[in-house]
């Protein structure tokens, strides 16, 4: 059995639940309730990562971000001048799961638990590789490597945005982004978030909004629906134009990695029973943006089609926090040099929100790597290929010997 294979039985038998995915039991303070579950909260697989990585000699701290969840941030600093910094971001938390999950599987190359592939196989693949690097007779000389495990990024990706406004993260950015010199910033940093890409460089993926649009009509009597005016009715006019009309015109807009933007109705409610007219339905809508696309634009956009066609709705944000679209430059040197590392000759676009689109709207230039498939995420028996977590670990310590 690898290091790389034997961390990551080790982080599935650690259970690391998003609170968000724990359903809280009845009359309990549900934060409370959530956290207390043997199963929720990243905790155990911070505080796990951290001794390995002391071990390795990395310096280790951690970055409090909610009560009970802590991104673990561990550093190998170069004999030399730091003139950049690679960030390597994994997540620690995953899904939620039964049980026999948490007992790690090997079978047939693959192995299987909840995590092996979203997220803790590129989070055993990125701290394997960096405790062999430590360990390496050469390493990078002017170069230091940070590696950060982050909370939350199943749900509201706290750990994140946490990340970018701290002052570790201060310090990334002082070493490069000395008042308006943004380029030679661009150039000194790189952060690679770990998710599973098959091992693809991914420099592109779509932006997630979502939207809530409210019509109002008048309450009446059932059994005198002329006296009122009936929110559903209207409703169904503007779920059919937005499956219809708009949808079409998303499928105009095309980015060369992303494919389309895309709308989706996802939820819809109004009226109370059936002898009253409504007077009030929401849907819920998920948005998928493009690089460019913004959400002022996007309910701009809305706001002028449902004007056209005379279907007023109010529309509100239904998301806490933004989820941004990634499109980070190939053209970067550090990019192109991680690219030529993997033998990659042209970069990816995925499907999936993550945390780089955070990192990098906090001014990190961002790209998306990890061994397994996304297609094996969040599934009732994930698993990942065991040669693919292994060739993750060694593209990733192949890249950071690299380095000056
Ligand atoms: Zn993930």
């Known amino acids: 059995m690898t290091r790389t294979e034997k961390l990551l039985a080790e982080l599935i038998a650690l259970p690391s639940v998003n609170p968000a995915f724990i359903p809280p039991p009845p009359a309990a303070s549900a934060r409370q309730a959530r956290l207390s579950h043997p199963f929720a ?53 995953t899904v939620g799961a039964g049980d026999s999950q948490f007992v ?26 960096l405790c062999e690097l430590a360990n390496a007779k050469s390493r990078p000389q002017e170069t230091e490597i940070v590696i950060a495990g982050l909370v939350d990024e199943e749900n509201a990706q706290i750990g994140s945005r946490a990340l970018v406004r701290s002052s570790a993260f201060r310090r990334l950015g002082q070493l490069t982004a000395s008042a308006g010199r943004l380029k030679a910033e661009l150039q000194t940093t790189l952060a690679i978030v770990g998710e599973p890409t098959r091992l693809q460089v991914v420099t592109a993926h779509k932006g997630s909004l979502w939207l809530q649009l409210e019509t109002r009509g008048r309450a009446a009597h059932g ?4 006296l009122g ?13 937005l499956e219809t009309d708009y949808a079409a015109r998303l499928r105009r807009r095309c980015h060369p990695l992303l494919g389309t933007a895309t709308v989706n109705v996802g939820t819809i409610s109004g009226g109370t029973q059936p002898n009253i007219v409504p007077d009030r339905c929401a849907i819920t809508i998920d948005r998928r943006t493009l690089p460019g696309e913004t959400e002022t634009g996007v309910r701009r956009e809305l706001a002028a089609l449902l004007r056209s066609k005379k279907l007023p709705a109010k529309i509100t944000s239904a998301k806490l ?17 991680f690219l030529r590392s993997v033998g990659q000759t ?19 230039p961002s790209v998306v790597f990890g061994p397994g498939d996304i297609a094996q995420a969040h599934t009732a028996d994930e698993w990942i290929s065991l040669d693919s977590l292994e060739r993750g670990k060694d593209l990733l310590l192949n890249f950071l010997k690299s380095l000056p």
């Open 223 to 226: 059994a005198t629906p002329q």
């Open 321 to 337: 926090a933004p989820c941004l679209p990634l499109e980070t430059s190939p053209q970067l040197p550090l990019v192109s040099g």
């Open 346 to 364: 042209r970069p990816a676009g995925v499907d999936f929100f993550c945390d780089a689109a955070v990192l990098s709207a906090g001014g990190i």
């Open 229 to 241: 005016q009936n929110a559903v009715h209207e409703m169904t006019r503007i779920v059919d134009l």
């Open 41 to 93: 909260g990243e905790k155990r697989v911070a505080d796990f990562l951290a001794s390995v990585a002391a071990r390795a000699g990395l310096d280790v701290e951690f970055q409090k971000v909610a009560p009970g969840r802590t991104n673990v941030i561990a550093r190998l600093r170069p004999p030399g001048k730091i003139r950049q910094t690679i960030l390597l971001a994994p997540h620690l938390d």
């Open 104 to 129: 790690p599987r090997r079978e047939n190359g693959r192995l299987y638990g909840r995590g092996a592939c979203d997220t803790k196989g590129s989070v055993a693949a990125m701290f394997t590789a």
